[in-house]
């Protein structure tokens, strides 16, 4: 009753449509061409280590880290560099990207060999070196997120295997077909981090990745089935929801004992420990209702989005929208040239009438937003206080901790857009005012 | 190609509800009422809903023409409205007296704040208090189909003398009162459909209903016949849990349902009226911006800072 009465937190029932969990994993031919973005992460983008005409191989340095929030960016594809371009972000900015033009052979950079770790800091090392950055969206550079300042009270490894977005289930077939990558991975962030406890959270929409983690766990690692209440996957619920701690704001995952990384990324580092092989290609879901063959991809970095769809059979009927990733949290992209980034685990297709959004209409106060927020927030307030230019408001509201899940937006029978308006609320914040 | 693709901002899906099958949820609620009324006080009542109803989509349709608004009839809020409004009218009302108070639901408290959202208090408790206070001998005459005129008084103002045998009668609403107040059993009905679609959270009314029971105790009155009679259960599961006038957290609901019952007993047990339900909505009403901004949700992560500072 007394948690009752503090937040309800009910999230959002979003549908599932996981109609790929049983699609085993295909590897995706060489493309004709790879885009390597400089900015597939959080943080100081890359800078190209190559020139016009270089030849690369497969696990080849083609971006050099901008700084310590950062990352190193991988060729997938032995070739030559054809050229250095500006493309578009995701998000609008321009980007620098490398040209690659595969030759079709497959040489494995000589430089690629397993990792030689005995320690923390070459455990550290070794994550850098193999350009992982968060898998389950973020895009965090990982070696940053395992060498948290106060790492002696850390004591909880939370695996982020909720996938709480529908359509996707990129993380549901690593479960099923990386486990022993994602036990090994685990075994050594434990080991090296000397974290004594670990919790793998997954929806309980994923009955058969519950069942064979908890087959596999070992000592000291533990699985959570947590219920299919968009969003699970968020940090900061996950965090709360597996471990009961509330993570402060401003602060970390660290703050409160726990580092949090998702389940592909983790097998990765189970994976690159055994082979040595840096962070090329990424296993994604491709689905929509516009797609021919829905199915769960293994592609490689860069790979143009629209030779992608013409390996899932193409579309059935031209499409309205195609997101990077899902659809609570992802983002348009607005011609199908983009690569596919390091941190992408769906390409989504949807038609002209889905991608069509309802009319909004007036708020009737159901207070729907505000009893669903994960956070706690008031999103009808928020976007009150930003139609009215009221910072004071804002900071009182919290505004700034909204993460942009869209649960408010979801659940809204009114189809007012309210997280894009949070979102636009927090810059108003930031500028002091000014929208 | 691909230039024609749509760029939004997420989420890109929403739920499959809307404002609209909300508002049809309410009137499917109110039905077994309606239905209930007519047994009761014969057909006069469905006539006096459809003439209210009517009225209430009427003005609102006017109203927006005339203001070259968008015209929202189809979101069903103004025939919720309608229905309510009948709900808290006797049967004999007069029609032109019903359409009056069509026109200040609808006109003066909804649309001229702005409205659907934008009203401070809930039209049809508006309509119907302005009703009583300009038609007082009106909308006290309650008759009853069959049943003399002594007895048909409502059971508030005669309470006194009603034993436990009275139970029965007011559950099934056989009694004097308004349209849509005497039925119990189909009022509870509605509103158990209406929280088990989520259409309304069970907050407001367990608390209000809760709160009367044991002022009722405590003022060695019957609880039951104070919670069975006059407009408590309609207002309980009706009207106080109107959404633009009813607190958004479940804090702020638990508040606002226990000043509604303070209230609805102040004026039971010490006013001059018999009634206390709608002034009570009304007055609890103005307050709900208060409530709102009192009973705020600890935030994730924000709340617990605090509490750490100040332990520190």
């Known amino acids: ?435 | 190609m691909g230039n024609k693709l749509i760029v939004t901002a997420a989420p890109h899906i929403t739920s499959g509800d809307s404002t609209q099958k909300i508002m049809g949820r309410v009137c499917l609620a109110l039905c077994p009422t309606l239905v209930a009324s007519i047994i009761v006080f014969g057909i006069n009542s469905l006539i006096l809903t459809a003439i209210t109803v009517a009225a209430c989509v009427f003005f609102e349709w006017a109203y927006c023409k005339l203001m070259k608004r968008e015209v929202p009839i189809a979101d069903l809020s103004a025939t919720v409205t309608g229905i309510l409004l009948a709900f808290n009218l006797p049967a004999t009302m007069p029609w032109w007296m019903a359409i009056v108070g069509a026109f200040i639901a609808i006109v003066i408290i909804k649309q001229l704040f702005g409205g659907l959202g934008y009203n401070f208090a809930n039209p049809a408790i508006v309509g119907r208090i302005a009703l009583a206070m300009g038609f007082t001998s009106r909308m006290a005459s309650y008759p009853l189909k069959g049943v003399d005129a002594l007895a048909s008084a409502t059971p508030l103002a005669v309470s006194g003398e009603l034993g436990s045998g009275e139970y029965v009668t007011l559950l099934l609403g056989n009694h004097g009162g308004v349209l849509g107040e005497t039925c119990a059993i189909t009022i509870l009905l509605g509103g158990i459909y209406l929280i088990a679609t989520k259409v309304i959270s069970p907050m407001i009314p367990v608390t209000y209903l809760g709160t009367v029971a044991v002022l009722s105790l405590i003022a060695g009155k019957d609880p039951v016949v104070q919670l069975l009679s006059g407009g408590l259960m309609l207002g309980a599961f009706f009207m106080a849990t109107d959404y633009v006038t009813s607190p958004t957290t479940d804090k702020g609901k638990l508040i606002f349902g226990i000043g509604l019952g303070v209230i609805t007993c102040a004026i039971r047990f010490f006013g001059t009226m018999n009634e206390g339900v709608s002034f009570a909505i009304l007055l609890m009403n103005l307050v709900v911006p208060y409530i709102d901004a009192l009973t705020r949700q600890d935030k994730l992560g924000i709340a617990k800072k605090k509490k750490e500072a100040a332990a520190k």
Not at chain 1, 120 to 130: G, M, N, P
Not at chain 1, 271 to 278: H, N, R, S
Not at chain 1, 347 to 366: D, Y
């Open chain 1, 1 to 435: 009753m007394s948690k009752f009465l503090k937040r309800s937190a009910h999230g959002a029932q979003v549908p599932h449509e996981k109609r790929t969990s049983n699609q085993e994993t295909v590897k995706m031919p060489l493309p004709s061409k790879i885009v390597l973005s400089m900015g597939q992460h959080i943080g100081a983008p890359a800078a190209p280590a190559v020139a016009k005409g270089d030849q690369v191989y497969v696990g080849t340095v083609v971006g050099k880290a901008g700084g310590f929030v950062s990352s190193d960016i991988h060729s997938g594809v032995s070739g030559t560099v054809d050229s250095i371009i500006t493309i578009t972000a995701p998000n609008g900015a321009p980007q620098t990207a490398v040209v690659i033009i595969p030759d079709g052979e497959q040489k494995v950079d000589p430089a690629v060999v397993p990792p030689t770790v005995t320690d923390l800091k070459s455990f550290q090392d070794a994550v850098r070196a193999s350009g992982l950055v968060g898998l389950g969206g973020a895009g965090f550079p990982t070696a940053v997120k395992l060498a948290p300042k106060n790492l002696d009270e850390i004591d909880t490894l939370v695996i982020n295997g909720a996938e709480c977005e529908p359509y996707i289930t990129s993380d549901n077939r690593c479960f099923l077909e990386d486990t022993q990558y994602i036990l090994d991975g685990i075994q050594a962030v434990m080991k090296y981090l000397e974290i004594p406890k670990c919790i793998i959270g997954i929806e309980a929409n994923k009955p058969e990745a519950i069942a064979k983690m908890k087959s596999a766990a070992s000592a000291g690692i533990e699985v959570k089935e947590l219920p299919c209440r968009y969003p699970q996957g968020a940090e900061k619920v996950l965090i709360e929801n597996c471990t009961g701690r509330e993570v402060p704001f401003p602060g970390l995952p660290s703050d409160v004992g726990v580092v949090v990384m998702n389940v592909t990324s983790v097998a990765f580092v189970g994976k690159y420990l055994a082979t040595g092989m840096p962070l090329t290609t990424k296993r994604l879901t491709v689905d929509g209702d516009v797609i021919k063959e829905p199915k769960n991809v293994e592609v490689i970095i860069g790979t143009p989005v629209q030779e992608l769809m013409e390996f899932c059979g193409g579309f059935t009927e031209e499409p309205g929208k195609v997101l990077y990733g899902g659809p609570m949290m992802g983002n348009c992209i607005a011609d199908l040239s983009q690569p596919i980034m390091k941190n992408n685990n769906a390409v989504l297709a949807f038609s002209k009438k889905m991608a069509q959004l309802p009319k909004a209409t007036n708020c009737i106060h159901c207070g729907r937003c505000t009893n669903a927020c994960p956070l706690g927030l008031s999103a009808k307030e928020i976007v009150q206080a930003y139609n009215d230019g009221n910072v004071e408001l804002l900071i009182e509201l919290n505004a700034d901790l909204c993460m942009s899940c869209g649960t408010c937006s979801f659940v809204c029978p009114a189809k007012r857009p309210l997280a894009p308006s949070i979102a636009l609320a927090k810059i108003m914040m930031k500028n002091g005012g000014k929208k």
